[in-house]
Every structure is written in C-alpha cells, then in structure tokens.
C-alpha cells in the first residue's frame, strides 16, 4: 500500500480513503451506483470506482455484449480489482492511468463521495462529459442523501438532470446533447524558493498537495538544506513523492545528482516529470546506475530524474541510495508508514540517511530502530523532522 498520494477518485488530498481501511464499509460505497444497473445505455460503458470496482463487474457480468473500462489513479487499487475482478470476464479492462481513455462511450458512471475532493470530481465529470458520445448517458451517485452540490455540477455540464433519491444518497442520470462550450483547466503551476534556486512545479487534482506546496515539504526542505546533505553526485529516492516538488528542489542544489521518485497515482508522476522538464533536469526512463567506488562525478554533469509507478517501496539497485525522503499519509494504522520505512532501509547504501517528516513522530519512535539506526527527531514548522542511517557495514 505504499507509496501513493491519496488519490483515488472523488478522494480528498487530506482525506483518507476509507475504502482501504475498513473493508467492512466498502459495500455501501459503490451500492448506490449498483442501483442504476438498468439505466445504463449501449455497449460501452466507462466507470470509475471508490471501492474495488463492483459497479463495473455488475455490468460486465450481467451484459457479457458491452465493452467495460474500469479507471483507478491509484495502481494498489487498480491491482486489487484486476486480480478479483478480471477473471473469467474478458469484457471487463481495468486501467490506471492519468485520465479517462478518449473513448467514445455510450454510458459514463462517477460514484462521488460526501467528503470527496471537489476539483477532482469537477474534472472526472468533464472528462466523462467530453467522452460521451452524442446521446449518451452519465450516471452519478453521492452517499450524501441532502446533496446539492454534485446536481449543480452535473447542471453545469448537461443542464437536464434528474435527480433519483435513494436509500443513503442519491442518484443523477444526465444525457449529452451537444459538446461543451467552454473546457475548464484544472492544471496548476506554482512557484517556490529553495535556497537560491527557484522552483517551478506542476500539480493536478488528486495529487498531493494541489495547486501548492504543503507545509509538510517545506520543512523536509529546510531540514535536509541545514544539514547540507545533499552533495555532487547524489543519489536520492522520494517515496510518495507527489508532484514532485521536495526530490526536483534538491536535484537542483547540486550538480550530478539523481533523484529516484516512486508514488502509486499516476497523476504524481506525470506532475514529477513535468516539474523536473521546467527545471531542467534530465529525465531518464530509469534509475541512474550507481557510480562505482571512488568515481569522481564532474561538477558541470546534468542532474536527473527517473520515475516509478509503484504501491511496495521495491526500487532497482537496493543499498546504493545515499538519501531517502519521505511523507507518509497519515492513516491506515501506520501500515503505509511501515512500508515506507522498510522500503528506506531496502534503499539505502551502509551510512545512507532517511528524511521523514510526520505529524505524529510517536510510531516512529517505537518502530524505526527496528531496521535502521542514529534515529534523531527535530521539531520544523510544526512538524516532525525524523532522520535515521543505515548501519554501517550492513547492505540490504
């Protein structure tokens, strides 16, 4: 379950996503989309799920004749349901990928939740709007029974709308008759300073932290610039890594330096290349290999930048990183905290150092000496910093 941004779609950035923690609520989620089984019109059919995808194994289950495409931005639940659901229904796909396929569709269906994030449903909803064919139908559901909210959206984009209360929420059902007049970007650029160097970064919704940088990295960043741990020639693994801003701020600190950025939503990593390109690093396809003892790298060499979709913290060359930075979520019991810290100790080469900021250092205290050591925890911007090594003369 690690790493990811909170991502999934109609998931808030500050938001846990319920449906991965509590296996028991999961049902409920999807049930209300369940119900419109029968609204659903011609043959191909575009979903996307807050759950494991029941609506979309409902449907290519039911109608063996209809196309189904399940969209995740998320690849730890996009596995999920390809390994539950995808057998023995070959009409059922299931992607993860930073947008909707360019379709046409027939039937487009969004379930929405209460405490979702608003852009990113606004977006999901255009997008699903622009790959309707002409006549098709857009199915929506939100759990929350008193909603005004998503009809007005879903007014907006198809201004006919009607509106079917049901048990725990209610369902939306919207035909398209003409285009859009006017597509809205959702994309963000923003700006920071790290040290002398400014930063150019990318976001979209669904992608930790939009349209900003959190707090949370600011400090990562000026733990790691006061202890001037960065070098030439670095090799640096950012777990999470969200849009990329704390691994592309210190590529740019020194010359030669690779940064390895590792996050589950496809979204995050295609914000990470884009923000290394405005700032001139060098995007690989992969890890840079290491240099071998006592290489000299050359100050004028290119820093660069290789990315990975991935939710287990497994990254190529294990032991040869001599930086590993961290930002967990904060929820599911510290399951994805302990997934970032072993995937640490995995990474990094004997003496290599971890950068973790968190809210709550209190796990950490009780766990991390587990498998790394010279544990440390410093107070930044109200958060906690946590630096720990890996044992000398041991590799992982």
């Known amino acids: ?63 063996p004749d209809h196309q189904v495409t399940c969209c995740f931005l998320d690849v730890f639940l996009a596995k ?45 909803l255009q997008q699903g709007h622009e790959r309707l064919e002409i006549g ?20 907006l984009l198809f201004g006919k709308v009607t509106r079917r209360p049901e048990p725990g929420g209610v369902l939306y059902l919207a035909t398209k008759t003409e285009p859009l007049r006017r597509v809205r970007e959702f994309n963000a650029n923003f700006v920071f300073r790290d040290g002398e160097n400014l930063i150019h970064a990318i976001s979209r919704p669904s992608v930790f932290s939009h349209r900003k940088l959190d707090v949370g990295a600011r400090a990562l960043l000026e733990a790691t610039q006061s202890h001037q741990v960065v070098q030439p020639g670095s090799r640096i693994l950012d777990l999470g890594c969200g849009s990329g801003t704390v691994g592309v701020a210190l590529a740019r600190r020194q010359p030669g330096v690779h940064v390895h950025a590792v996050d589950s939503n496809p979204r995050a990593l295609q914000c990470t290349l884009l923000g290394a390109e405005s700032n001139g690093l060098l995007v690989v396809n992969q890890p840079v290999k290491p240099s071998r003892a006592g290489e000299v790298v050359p100050h004028d060499e290119r820093s660069s930048l290789s990315i990975q979709l991935d939710d287990s913290g497994h990254v190529r060359y294990p032991g040869t990183f001599d930086l590993v930075l961290a930002n967990p979520p ?48 410093q107070d930044v911007r109200d958060y906690s910093i946590v630096t720990a090594r890996q044992r000398r003369g041991l590799a992982t």
């Open 80 to 124: 999920q349901a390809r390994d539950e659901l995808t057998r023995g229904l070959g009409n059922l796909t299931i992607l993860c990928e930073t947008d909707f396929p360019e379709g046409p569709f027939d039937t487009v269906a969004i379930p929405v939740r209460k405490n979702g994030e608003a852009e990113l449903t606004r977006e999901l």
């Open 136 to 155: 098709g139908r857009m199915i929506a559901s939100t759990d929350n029974p008193q909603d005004d909210w998503l009809h007005d959206q879903m007014q």
């Open 1 to 63: 379950m690690m790493p990811r941004s909170q991502s999934t779609p109609g998931n808030s950035n500050a938001t846990p996503n319920d449906d991965e923690i509590d296996k028991d609520i999961r049902p409920s989620r999807e049930a209300l989309l369940l119900h419109a089984l029968d609204d659903v019109v011609g043959t191909r059919v575009l979903c996307t799920s807050i759950s494991r995808g029941q609506f979309a194994e409902a449907v290519a289950s039911s109608q």
């Open 330 to 377: 904060y929820y599911s019991n510290w399951a994805i905290s302990a997934i970032f810290i072993e995937a640490a100790a995995r990474a990094l080469k004997p003496g290599g150092r971890l950068f973790l900021v968190t809210k709550n250092s209190n796990w950490y205290r009780n766990n991390l000496h587990f498998v790394l050591s010279d544990i440390e925890f």
